[in-house]
């Protein structure tokens, strides 16, 4: 059929076209010419049936509205006008046939365009609707029309099929190969996938049952958290953990020691502490023997550890006191340790400390003596005494050395008194004590000796204090008096030897200060465990000191004994070799000068002193045995009355200026006496 090539065909000359100026009817249309070279295309023919777009009858005895003239000059015969309201035949078309027909579809070019140009052979004069609507005539004849081309397209095609698969039949057999491998490909994939749906179903499943094993795990642990809330402090008391169990079993022994030891020790506490109660826990009765062994191994290393550093200190040149505040002070809780569960060994390892110290401070203070009697000292001896002949001074070491000449006057006290201005210097060293050449007076080694001696006596207390902390006082005391035994009795020979053979009461007298010096500076650093050694050392000196003043007493009475069995004419003078009374000088004697400057050092010394020392009245004896001899001397002047008052007047005048600069009580009390006796010989004038 011609109707389903309709198109719309533009003209050549770019005007719509008539199709879309006319009423459209069914009937073949009639050729028309517009004009020279125009397409010609079907007109209407005259005998067609009149019907009309604008009827809504749907049957085929509806006649078309006629033709009317165009009143403009038109050459066409007739011209339908749809009215407004009416579609366009070919959109009505394409709606009908479900198709739609445009200037670019290709029905509209090649041969049918040229078939739809063309006039039909044969019109149709009378169309026979048989009943049928517009539309389903239309579509029923579109059906056959579709049926008819399809045979024919058909016939047509599988002979240019057949031509193409030969052509094609390589390319064919490339392409199935490939569909062959692609299916290979994803029959693979196929299976692939589904061995990893089975997988996936798998792991879904383990998914699902980790997360009721973790459901059941988070109720776990809750219920473990409220029941160590419950059971920890109690499990904390009595358990230990295993990096302290490590550190005391294999560990050094430092500061990580000894928290692990605290650490170890309160454990220890709790458990007795529990086990004291009336409750039977079996937790408690299996952790005590774990416990047990490890105190047991702390104090076996404990052990090792003291005893290893007590021996160090018998090592030669070793300063005890660098490992008594290095290692046994800084680790002092060790031996509190040991002495509250193994009180025996700590007993044991207590002696063998003493011991030790014993020894060390023996052997080293015997050859700090040994070198200090290697120092040369003045010797003071009966020839030195106030009332002797002094020509023949000697110097020597004590004891055995040669004698050496004296550079000044033994009884005068120069600057012997520097010594008691710093008798907290440092104590000669055993070298420079060796290798000294010059010479010294007896406080010089005493000095010294004691000096280093209350040294290491303050320092070895402050340790046994600190260190055996855990002991009583006599316990203590006991200790400190096994150490230091045999160096206080080495310190009191050496103080025997060094005043057995001296008259030196200036030196005597500066080694009372001294000791007393040493007792006040004991006191000082909280030291009573020396006061035995203190006070064994001045009962050395004072009865040294009283016999040496006795020794100048008896030099001043032999003196005025000499004096006394002389002429009344030679007692007043040096050398008595004029007779004449009357020419006799009234200087005083020469032993005013030796008298004033050893009353000097006396007092100078004794500055400080109390009424309870034996120096008042040593002094006392020894001034009264001067004026005795002042009083016989003065006879030298005959029956001259006023000539031996002034001959007493000048001594004791000599005597009160030498001693006017001394201070302290004792000189108070030598100066108001000669003043007072100067005072009564001015009146009597």
């Not at 005048?653 to 030498?658: P, Q, S």
């Amino acid at each position: 059929m011609w109707l389903d090539r309709l198109s719309n065909q533009p003209t050549p000359s770019g005007s719509p076209p008539v199709g879309q100026n006319r009423a459209f009817s069914p009937a073949p249309r009639r050729s028309m010419h517009l004009a020279p070279g125009s397409l010609a295309r079907p007109g209407y023919s005259p005998r067609s049936s009149s019907l009309s777009l604008v009827s809504r009858s749907n049957t085929s005895n509806a006649s078309l509205v006629g033709a009317t003239k165009i009143s403009n000059g038109s050459t066409l015969k007739q011209q339908i006008t749809p009215p407004d309201f009416v579609d366009d035949p070919l959109a009505t078309l394409a709606k009908i046939l479900g198709s739609s027909f445009t200037a670019d579809d290709p029905i509209s070019n090649g041969s049918e365009a040229r078939a739809l140009r063309e006039k039909p052979e044969s019109l149709q004069e009378e169309i026979a609707f048989n009943g049928l609507s517009l539309q389903n005539f239309a579509q029923e004849t579109m059906d056959g029309e579709k049926e008819g081309l399809y045979e024919e397209c058909r016939g047509s095609l599988s002979m240019q099929s057949v031509e193409e698969y030969d052509k094609e039949k390589d390319k064919l057999e490339d392409l199935h190969r490939s569909i062959g491998a692609c299916d290979d490909v994803l029959r693979s994939v196929e299976i692939s996938l589904t061995s990893f749906q089975k997988d996936l179903g798998h792991v879904s499943a383990e998914i699902e049952t980790l997360q009721n094993r973790s459901s059941a795990l988070n109720t776990r642990l809750e219920n473990r958290k409220v029941v160590e809330k419950l059971l920890g402090p109690a499990v904390e008391e009595i358990s230990i953990s295993p990096t302290i169990v490590k550190v005391i079993s294999e560990g050094p022994i430092d500061e990580n020691w000894l928290k692990a030891l605290a650490e170890l020790e309160k454990r220890s506490r709790m458990i007795e502490n529990k086990v004291k109660g009336s409750e039977t826990i079996k937790a408690i009765t299996d952790v005590k023997p774990l416990l047990d062994n490890l105190t047991a191994k702390a104090v076996e290393r404990i052990r090792d550890y003291l005893a290893a550093q007590i021996k160090s200190l018998r090592s030669p040149n070793i300063n005890a006191q660098i490992i008594q505040q290095q290692t046994l002070l800084r680790y002092k809780e060790l031996y509190g340790f040991l002495s509250r569960h193994h009180q025996q060994l700590a007993e044991d390892l207590g002696q063998a400390y003493i011991n030790t110290m014993r020894w060390y401070y023996s052997h080293n203070f015997t050859r700090y003596r040994h070198a200090l009697e290697k120092i040369l000292l003045y010797q003071v001896d009966r020839y030195d005494a106030l009332g002797a002949d002094q020509s023949t001074q000697r110097v020597t070491k004590a004891p055995g050395a040669r004698p050496v000449q004296a550079s000044h006057d033994a009884n005068n006290i120069g600057r012997r008194m520097d010594i008691l201005k710093a008798p907290n210097a440092i104590a000669i060293s055993s070298y420079v004590a060796e290798e000294d050449k010059t010479t010294h007076h007896i406080e010089t080694p005493f000095r010294s000796f004691n000096q280093a001696l209350i040294d290491n006596v303050s320092s070895e207390y402050s340790f046994l204090t600190e260190f055996f902390s855990l002991s009583s006082f006599p316990q203590m005391s006991r200790r400190f008096t096994e150490i230091f035994e045999p160096t206080f009795n080495l310190g009191h020979s050496l103080v025997k030897d060094l005043i057995d053979t001296t008259y030196d009461c200036l030196g005597i007298l500066l080694c009372v200060r001294l000791n007393q010096h040493y007792a006040f500076e004991l006191q000082r650093r909280k030291v009573p465990v020396a006061d035995s050694y203190i006070n064994g050392t001045n009962m050395l000196l004072w009865p040294k000191f009283q016999v040496a003043m006795d020794s100048h007493c008896e030099s001043i009475r032999q003196l005025a004994t000499t004096v006394s069995s002389r002429g009344a004419a030679s007692k007043l003078s040096f050398t008595g070799s004029s007779a004449d009374a009357s020419k006799q000088s009234t200087a005083p004697h020469y032993l005013t000068q030796r008298f004033g400057q050893f009353l000097y050092g006396i007092l100078s010394i004794s500055y400080e002193a109390g009424d309870d020392e034996p120096v008042s009245n040593s002094l006392g004896r020894l001034r009264n045995e001067y004026e005795a001899f002042l009083v016989k001397a003065s006879k030298g002047a005959g029956t001259d009355t006023k000539k031996r008052d002034r001959f007493l007047a000048n001594n004791y005048a000599l005597v009160l200026t030498i001693i006017a600069d001394t201070e302290g009580k004792l000189a108070q009390e030598q100066q108001q006496h000669f003043e007072e006796l100067k005072s009564a010989l001015e009146v009597q004038k």
